[in-house]
């Protein structure tokens, strides 16, 4: 049998695209029709409900001055991890991923404590929250990108005379024009869709599509409005992410893709001095609200392996659960995503793969209800399933997997695969023994984050998971709303755990992403 | 694939097994009762337990939201419901339920050891479980340490030696909110509330979404909290609540509830219109009105018991609080109003 | 053994080979040379099978390559810039072929240690790629493309980014190591030099077909026409319409003389040969190249002597089979 035969690999190549397609088409795209039609038909067609304008608005420019914030923020701490090899860097790298992860609810409280009277509420306080929940994007998507720029053109500068402010403006920061166009456009979804902040550090009157979109919809009952925010909010973020892949491709393609281990250097003279302060205000910022909970979780720990009304299952127990459903679902997302990324790097990097994190601007919520009116009658009731946990966080997990490694498919050297041909490997085999290992490293990368993603997901699990089987979120959530100081600590306790675990996740990758050497 | 990395893979495969062998989801559905309900339920393992093995059905709970986040969940699968039992629609919710055909009457046994005030619903669609009423408290270490007498009436809280000393939740976002909003409407009627609520602005009273952040943030009487205004919209069980959780169990409550303040507050269950399993969902409902699970709600969740004649915990039994005659509205009158009543407070207190 | 015949490619609206014969012989090395966009790189591709022929046909020892996909044609190939497996020891990436047969290891890595040796990297197995130096990767990627044994080696530019001593030592072994293991081989090379140190023919390439293919020796002697002769270097052409004439530098004698006329201009010394450049007075230009040493500097007058047997008549251009919508001499 001819293996190579056009038509076979036609027909392998759309298998594969049918897999993320069909999970895609059925976990996200038919739940959420079934609501938003379910809204619509309710009551009178697409009319805004009032006061959608300032809504949107206030939405779109608290995301702007968000992102822009953590920028500033995110780009000292890019630099000192992109350009210089320290000890604890790689602790520093899975540290920045922690807030990220955390529950909202968890780190709004933590920042209430942290804030000064007066500042608790408000704008300020909701940028604040922002800018420490999104730097761990700048931080690592830009960082990522510095470590691969070649030196090379920056001595070049310097030796033509540019001074070293010079440099960066003209040499470095075009070359990290597409790392920083896609870390803002990711920080702006976030924001854009943020939730838990607004609710808690905004304060009442403070609305953003997101916590109307819940109101509305969970509270209310007004699904009808519910379902044209919706809408809206789908239009919105595909907006945002066709302006961010116009963005990236005008910036044109990454730089010449150095080795990072040649790239990464020890730092000299004032850098010293630089790097020092970096660390030590990044690790402020990072670390305080952090320590907050540890304070608030000391004298609790005990209670982690009592019984508790609260939870049906000792609290140390929502732990395993959380860390079984979160490796189910990067499972899932890696097959997904990663089936889905092979797609996608046959071609250039183009608009499709903006639209890649559009799953992101759908509202869990919405998302949610889907779910329970979708999947209510066989063949397809599979709502009250265990495993509908892992594919609601996978759903949010696989996005940024396919964000991780179809860039490293795309850079793969074609001539490796001739070579490998003319040394007699077959094409599927040349597949094998060359594309895999070489993304080994984005794949581990990629599992880290889809992991940590997956532990901290809360809005879509909510409607899914199984009072029997709590993940720590959920179980968190549960004891911040029973009074007592006892509750309270145990909520700060298992949010402590549930930071130790994605340190060790994010460590753990970074072993292995390094371990299978540098080559993306 | 490296070692450790197959290691991984395999824990997470045995992991998830762990988690489906517990999950169990195989079991037939007349074997197991599903109960539907809000983030506050909580039930003790052992009670669970016992129930499971006299009625022989597997109890399985969905629980998420608070209480009108799960009747809304219940209303949006009406005829398909996610479970056979809802529990935790309280009589602010009630008539929109009722109106929309949530549940199937069932009279269930044990009503008769329940007294009449709590019957709400004559035809049976709900059953009372438990009530909680809904009340200020105040820090009374922090009104001692000043010096300053504690409020006493709802009116009281327009003086100015109470401003800024206020927390309460919204009544869009919160069934306490809401409660307490309904209180102001029953004290000073259709034409006074707004009026009250203006005064209340006026002294500054800080308004936040939820009753977490509320109680646990801005209380300064709770267990651990740094708040600094000694006076919230939260439960009659509240002090209570302070006394079985502190670190070191004080001498005498620390926080006290304002009666004067409170709001009727009836939690309830019904058997969900369109359940395939009627008879377990009255078993459940029987049940939960049996002695053994009416002694485990005051310190599961924090609300008394509904039958005559349970007993109650010390703590609950000195620092608990059911008052004689809390304000109250019809629910009807709350069902067709309370949007109404809503929108104008938003408009009142916080534009 | 490899024979091309009427290869045509067309990519994106221009012919990139525009109808190409080649032979290879068995043990020999061809030695295609040409400009950059002559399509030297494409007849090697659409020889590996990497590049789909619009029409022609390649022949291998009799057999049709009609429909084999590059895995199964045997033919292997080393890319300018090595592309080695970076993930992978040394011993990895030249045992790879060998994997791809079926052949065991105990047997893969004796041939791995045989080949290794014979490229002078004989004990360097567990070497990680990124740790060697630019000879050493030259090196590997010729082991790891011979180790399968393949009836025909296809190098394109492979030694280019090397320094001179480097590039130039390389050169001569790679010669020596076709002739040791009667390797068949196409070497693509822009380098006139380097084609004809490693040819035993050589093939010029211009536009798409090929110009000539001749021994080194005929090819200097009796290039085809005056943009072969300028390309490889034979620079006093003298273009008379259809016909020029090419002296070879080494038939121009310049002698040092006060009435000559003409003047040096300038003056180059290439290891043994110096290469002299003058002008005469009516503008012309001429170039002398000889060994010993070179007491004539830039500056001095002088006469020229041209010895006539190294002139040689050819046309202007040869004949094409297509008319080329590029016209004009492609940069030598």
């Not at chain 1, 979120?473 to 402590?496: C, D, K, M, T, W």
């Not at chain 2, 004290?187 to 509330?193: A, D, I």
């Not at chain 2, 369109?274 to 029987?286: E, F, P, R, S």
Request: hydrophobic share 50%.
């Amino acid at each position: 049998m001819d293996t190579n035969s056009p038509a076979l690999r036609r027909g392998w190549h759309v298998a594969v695209a049918l897999v993320p397609a069909a999970f895609l088409a059925l976990f996200f795209a038919f739940p959420l029709a079934s609501i938003l039609e379910r809204g619509l038909t309710s009551a009178g067609g697409l009319s805004l409900p009032a006061g959608t304008g300032a809504l949107l608005w206030f939405t779109a420019w608290q995301a702007a001055a968000s992102t822009l914030l953590t920028l500033a923020a995110g780009l000292p701490l890019a630099w000192a991890i992109g350009r210089f090899r320290f000890r604890g860097r790689s602790l520093a790298r899975a540290l920045v991923l922690v807030p990220f992860v955390l529950p909202t609810v968890v780190v709004a409280t933590a920042f209430l404590a942290l804030l000064p009277a007066g500042y608790e509420r408000g704008i300020w306080a909701i940028l604040a929250a922002h800018v420490f929940f999104n730097i761990a994007v700048v931080t690592r998507v830009v960082g990522g990108a510095w470590s691969t720029i070649d030196p090379a053109s920056s001595e070049a500068a310097a030796v033509l005379g540019a001074g070293p402010w010079r440099r960066a403006r003209e040499v470095t920061l075009p070359q990290l024009a597409p790392a920083l166009s896609a870390s803002a456009a990711l920080t702006f979804l976030f924001t854009f869709t943020s939730f838990g902040v607004i609710l808690i550090l905004g304060g009442p009157g403070r609305a953003t599509l997101e916590t109307e979109i819940y109101n509305r919809a969970a509270r209310q009952f007004d699904l009808h409005a519910a379902a044209v925010l919706s809408l809206l909010q789908l239009v919105a973020v595909a907006v945002v992410l066709a302006v961010a892949s116009l963005l990236e491709a005008r910036a044109g393609p990454a730089s010449t893709l150095a080795d990072e281990g040649s790239v990464l250097r020890r730092p000299i003279g004032r850098e010293r001095i630089a790097l020092a302060a970096v660390l030590t205000a990044a690790a402020l910022v990072l670390v305080l609200p952090l320590a907050v909970l540890v304070r608030r979780s000391l004298g609790n720990w005990g209670a982690l392996f009592r019984e508790t009304p609260a939870l049906l299952v000792e609290p140390w127990q929502a732990a395993v659960y959380s860390v079984a459903f979160a490796s189910l679902a990067a499972l899932i997302a890696l097959v997904v995503g990663g089936l889905a990324a092979v797609t996608l790097a046959r071609r250039p990097a183009g608009a499709v793969d903006g639209f890649v994190l559009l799953p992101l601007g759908a509202s869990a919520v919405m998302l949610g209800f889907g779910f329970l009116i979708a999947f209510d009658t066989a063949p397809l009731d599979f709502r009250s399933s265990w495993w509908l946990v892992p594919v609601a966080q996978s759903l949010v997990a696989a996005p940024f997997v396919v964000r991780i490694v179809a860039p490293a498919l795309r850079s793969i050297d074609p001539r490796l695969r001739e070579v490998a041909a003319t040394l007699g490997a077959a094409p599927a085999r040349a597949w094998r023994e060359v594309d895999l290992p070489l993304v080994g490293r984005a794949f581990a990368v990629a599992a880290g984050f889809a992991f940590a993603i997956a532990l901290g997901e809360f809005g879509a699990t909510v409607f899914v998971a199984r009072a029997e089987q709590p993940t720590l979120p959920v179980a968190i959530f549960r004891f911040l709303g029973r009074p007592g100081a006892e509750n309270q600590g145990l909520a700060a306790a298992l949010a402590v755990v549930l930071a130790g675990i994605v340190v060790c996740a994010a460590l753990a990758a970074e072993r292995v992403a390094e371990g299978r050497g540098r080559a993306l | 694939m490296t070692l450790c990395h197959k290691a991984g893979v395999a824990l997470a495969v045995l992991a998830a097994a762990f988690v489906a062998g517990c999950g169990g989801s195989g079991d037939s559905r007349s074997k197991e009762v599903v109960l539907v309900t809000h983030d506050s339920f909580a039930i003790p393992k052992q009670v669970k337990a016992a129930f499971e093995r006299e009625s022989g059905l597997k109890l399985r709970i969905l629980q998420g939201g608070d209480a009108g986040e799960a009747v809304n969940r219940a209303l949006l699968t009406k005829g398909n419901p996610q479970g056979d039992v809802l529990f935790g629609i309280d009589n602010n919710l009630l008539s929109r339920a009722l109106d929309e055909g949530l549940f199937e009457p069932y009279k269930a046994g044990g009503l008769d050891q329940v007294d009449n005030r709590y019957l709400l619903d004559p035809t049976h669609h709900v059953t009372p479980i438990d009530h909680g009423d809904v009340c200020l408290n105040v820090d009374r270490k922090w009104f001692a340490s000043r010096g300053i007498a504690a409020p006493r009436t709802l009116a009281d809280l327009r003086e100015p030696r109470y401003r800024k000393l206020l927390v309460v939740e919204n009544p869009a976002t919160s069934t306490p909110g809401l409660a307490f909003m309904l209180a102001t409407v029953a004290r000073f009627g259709e034409s006074g509330w707004r009026e009250y609520w203006r005064g209340l602005r006026a002294n500054g009273v800080l308004v936040v979404d939820g009753w977490e952040e509320a109680y646990t943030a801005r209380f300064s009487g709770a267990g651990g909290s740094k708040g600094t205004r000694p006076i919230v919209v939260s439960y009659a069980t509240s002090p209570a609540a302070e006394v079985i959780f502190a670190a070191k169990p004080p001498a005498t409550a620390p926080t006290a509830v304002v009666v004067d303040s409170c709001f009727r507050q009836i939690e309830l269950a019904g058997v969900l219109d369109g359940t395939k399993n009627v008879a377990g969902a009255h078993v459940l409902i029987d049940f939960m009105l049996s002695e053994r699970f009416q002694t485990s709600v005051p310190e599961s969740m924090f609300v008394l018991p509904v039958r005559d004649g349970t007993p109650l915990p010390d703590a609950f039994r000195r620092y608990a609080v059911s008052p004689a005659r809390p304000l109250e509205l019809p629910a009807a009158e709350i069902g067709s109003n309370r949007d109404r009543w809503i929108d104008e407070w938003t408009r009142t207190v916080l534009r | 053994m490899l024979s091309v015949r009427g290869a045509r490619v067309a990519m994106g609206g221009h012919e990139a080979l525009a109808g190409v014969d080649l032979d290879v012989e068995r043990g020999t090395t061809v030695a295609v040379l040409g400009p950059s966009g002559s399509g030297k790189s494409t007849l090697l591709r659409a020889i590996a099978g990497l590049q789909r022929l619009d029409d022609g046909s390649v022949t291998l020892g009799g057999r049709s390559l009609a429909g084999v996909p590059p895995h199964r044609r045997e033919i292997g190939l080393m890319f300018q810039d090595d592309a080695l497996f970076p993930h992978r020891d040394v011993a990895a990436n030249v045992s790879f072929g060998l994997r791809m047969q079926g052949v065991a290891p105990p047997a893969a890595a004796a041939r791995v240690a045989e080949l290794l040796d014979l490229v002078g990297l004989g004990g360097r197995e567990h070497r990680r790629v990124a740790s060697l130096s630019g000879g050493e990767r030259k090196r590997v990627a010729l082991a790891r493309a011979l180790a399968p044994s393949p009836q025909v080696l296809l190098l394109d530019e492979p030694l280019g980014a090397l320094d001179r001593a480097l590039h130039d030592r390389l050169v001569t072994e790679l010669r020596g190591l076709f002739d040791e293991i009667r390797q068949t081989a196409v070497y693509v090379t822009h380098d006139v030099a380097e084609a004809f140190a490693v040819g035993t023919q050589v093939a010029v390439m211009r536009e798409g077909m090929i110009a000539q293919v001749a021994t080194p020796e005929r090819l200097w002697a009796a290039p085809a026409d005056a943009w072969v002769a300028r390309f490889i270097g034979l620079t006093n052409i003298d273009e008379r319409g259809g016909t020029s004439f090419v002296t070879r530098p080494e038939g121009v004698v310049f002698r040092s003389d006060a009435s000559g006329d003409a003047l040096v201009i300038s003056s180059h010394r290439d290891g043994p040969v110096v290469t002299l450049c003058a002008r005469y007075d009516d503008g012309r230009e001429i170039v002398s190249a000889h060994t010993g040493l070179a007491p004539l500097t830039p500056g001095a007058r002088v006469s020229v002597e041209i010895d006539p047997a190294a002139v040689v008549e050819v046309p202007t251009t040869i004949a094409r089979e297509a008319p080329h919508p590029s016209a004009g001499d492609a940069v030598g």
